[in-house]
């Protein structure tokens, strides 16, 4: 299906972000990131740590205030200024998933407050019964116990915990989920179930998902597409199975020449390579997006672009 | 050689397989207060030193009743033989010099002191808190609120017990309001810091991203946390207003003549030091022993509310 006849379920337009740093000069965090995300797909931002992946994600859910740019949810502006009802429904049907789920549970509330907060605040229910039953079936679809309702987070498993952190998430009937490293803090045995639970989570009730890693390995295994982000800029956006297959931004190849390989042998042979900024074109042109294959698109100069042109033909010969 | 065994199949069976198994805790259900209660009960010496303070706070609450002590009238003034009798049977802590039972002064003092000591920590603490925690939280509200802090904590407070006392005339309310009027403030700054240390953890942005809003954030997320904290804060704070209210009675500013005050007894009682010296002894005695309890059990009960002692 070409990306034109899809529907778009998140645009992020020219998005910029800066903190305050108490100096004249701000910090400019995100640098005019633009792309968009389809209704069904799960969109993936990988990068280094603070190249500014978690900063993105937390502007969408009004966390972060965009400094300039917009962010269009469903046909509606959700940054800057909107109305309270507006805020309400960006809260209602945008979620987050936490990266430590630790940290991201209050300590010293039931599992019951953790779920039903949400539930609370909208009033989603009619009565209690009606809101027992609700967090019994949250906990149940992400497999933990309506026993467990009683329970503190400090008593469970960093994975029982996640799950946690998925149930109260999705208790809201969201239609997008920002997952923020949702399991980059978990033990290597548990991750595994907690990517399948998100699927299947995602199957069942249709949602999108922008996924924030470092792990590429895991992007590769959960994401349709997949956005390289550095230094707050997006390098290259493509597809998951081109970017493996085509990875042409400098950038994009020295990040994957990090993954390990499970084969010790071919471990050995695996080199580094070092991303080096200085080598790109410094004729001091502006970078934009340029679209470089369907659905491939690149942050460079028009020089870069007919050296990248140049690179991806030849790649393509070679894999035939 | 081994001989070929066998297998037959009816020999296996499948074992059933519970994915929930694996999900089930084994530890006992944890209960906050109740490990809170477990805690504060383990040692001998506390549950004594909490036994004594009740009994002191018991006994000041109930004999002024049953003595009817009135520092107005003194029946045995005009009586010489009642004046200055050392304690013994008929009189636990010896008489004074109107003639009054000391034991009964002492109780009615105290009375007053430990009534001054709570209701003066409370409203300290409520308004304290509630303050204190919609400062922590919000930027905008820190920016002004700091300089009020500046202006507020830096009225010198005898000072202002003074002109209070005289403008509203001694007694129980001026007092009061003397401790309050700005003592809250310190209590407010203290949990405002509180309250910034753990604003920003991630489950509050949790909460936020589940639309919880700031009242109910800091009923749920921040007060909960800072149970301890608050603890400590009472277990200072009540010894501390009743040695206050010790000290300006003594000055002459606290209670005024028509109730009875373990400071003015003090400081009465002082001329008679030398002759008499239980008259002074068993008024500060009292007021140390109801002080240190206090104290203690108060630390005790911080320590016992902080969740890492539960273990």
């Given at each position: 299906?070409?990306?034109?006849?899809?529907?778009?379920?998140?645009?992020?337009?020219?998005?910029?972000?800066?903190?305050?740093?108490?100096?004249?000069?701000?910090?400019?965090?995100?640098?005019?990131?633009?792309?968009?995300?389809?209704?069904?797909?799960?969109?993936?931002?990988?990068?280094?740590?603070?190249?500014?992946?978690?900063?993105?994600?937390?502007?969408?859910?009004?966390i972060n205030p965009c400094s300039a740019g917009e962010i269009i949810f469903e046909g509606k502006r959700i940054s800057g200024k909107i109305s309270k009802a507006e805020d309400r429904n960006v809260i209602r049907n945008i979620q987050m998933i936490f990266q430590d789920p630790a940290a991201s549970l209050n300590e010293r509330a039931t599992i019951d407050y953790c779920v039903s907060e949400g539930l609370y605040n909208f009033h989603l229910y009619e009565n209690e019964a009606d809101r027992s039953a609700k967090v019994d079936k949250a906990l149940n679809d992400v497999g933990l116990l309506p026993e467990h309702k009683s329970r503190y987070p400090h008593e469970f498993s960093g994975g029982q915990r996640q799950r946690v952190g998925i149930a109260r998430a999705m208790i809201m009937d969201p239609k997008f989920i920002v997952a923020d490293e949702p399991i980059s803090a978990l033990d290597v045995s548990i991750r595994a179930q907690v990517l399948n639970l998100m699927n299947k989570l995602k199957a069942e009730r249709n949602l999108t998902y922008l996924f924030i890693a470092h792990d590429l390995s895991v992007v590769r295994f959960i994401a349709d597409r997949i956005a390289v982000i550095h230094h707050g800029e997006i390098v290259e956006i493509a597809d998951s199975e081109t970017l493996f297959k085509y990875p042409i931004h400098p950038y994009t190849t020295a990040l994957l020449s990090t993954v390990p390989m499970p084969d010790p042998i071919v471990e050995r042979t695996r080199t580094h390579i070092v991303y080096d900024p200085s080598k790109l074109d410094q004729s001091g042109e502006e970078r934009e997006m340029r679209e470089l294959r369907p659905g491939h698109f690149l942050h460079c100069t028009s020089k870069e672009f007919a050296e990248y042109e140049e690179k991806i033909a030849q790649m393509e010969k070679e894999q035939g | 050689m081994m001989e070929e065994k066998i297998i037959e199949k009816d020999l296996f069976t499948f074992a059933s397989f519970d994915k929930y198994e694996s999900e089930h805790i084994a530890a006992p259900k944890y209960s906050y207060w109740k490990s809170v209660w477990h805690t504060f009960i383990k040692s001998k010496f506390t549950v004594g030193v909490a036994i004594v303070m009740l009994i002191m706070i018991g006994f000041a609450m109930i004999q002024p009743i049953i003595s009817g002590y009135d520092p107005l009238i003194a029946p045995n003034v005009n009586d010489e033989s009642m004046r200055f009798i050392k304690p013994c049977k008929e009189h636990i802590f010896g008489t004074d010099n109107l003639g009054n039972e000391v034991f009964d002064v002492v109780w009615a003092g105290a009375k007053n002191s430990i009534i001054i000591g709570f209701v003066c920590t409370f409203i300290n603490m409520i308004v304290g808190i509630a303050v204190g925690a919609v400062w922590g939280f919000s930027k905008k509200m820190d920016k002004?609120?700091?300089?009020?802090?500046?202006?507020?904590?830096?009225?010198?407070?005898?000072?202002?017990?003074?002109?209070?006392?005289?403008?509203?005339?001694?007694?129980?309310?001026?007092?009061?309001?003397?401790?309050?009027?700005?003592?809250?403030?310190?209590?407010?700054?203290?949990?405002?810091?509180?309250?910034?240390?753990?604003?920003?953890?991630?489950?509050?942005?949790?909460?936020?991203?589940?639309?919880?809003?700031?009242?109910?954030?800091?009923?749920?997320?921040?007060?909960?946390?800072?149970?301890?904290?608050?603890?400590?804060?009472?277990?200072?704070?009540?010894?501390?207003?009743?040695?206050y209210e010790v000290f300006l009675s003594y000055m002459g500013l606290g209670l005024g003549v028509t109730k009875a005050s373990l400071g003015r007894m003090v400081s009465t009682y002082t001329s008679y030091m030398n002759g008499y010296p239980h008259l002074f002894w068993i008024p500060v005695s009292v007021l140390a022993l109801l002080a240190i309890s206090l104290y203690i059990v108060g630390q005790k009960l911080a320590d016992a509310t902080d969740p890492r002692t539960h273990m």
């Open positions: 299906m070409s990306n034109k006849d899809r529907e778009v379920i998140l645009s992020i337009k020219h998005v910029d972000i800066s903190f305050d740093t108490g100096h004249k000069k701000k910090f400019v965090a995100v640098k005019d990131a633009n792309f968009d995300i389809y209704k069904g797909e799960t969109f993936a931002l990988v990068g280094e740590s603070g190249s500014g992946k978690t900063t993105l994600g937390r502007a969408i859910l009004r | 002004w609120m700091i300089e009020v802090y500046n202006i507020v904590s830096n009225v010198p407070f005898l000072l202002l017990a003074m002109i209070l006392s005289y403008a509203m005339g001694a007694g129980m309310g001026t007092l009061i309001f003397v401790m309050c009027i700005t003592d809250w403030i310190f209590v407010a700054y203290f949990i405002r810091t509180q309250v910034m240390i753990i604003r920003d953890r991630e489950y509050n942005l949790a909460s936020k991203c589940l639309g919880t809003s700031t009242w109910t954030m800091i009923k749920n997320n921040i007060l909960p946390y800072l149970v301890s904290v608050i603890m400590t804060y009472v277990a200072r704070m009540i010894p501390s207003i009743i040695g």
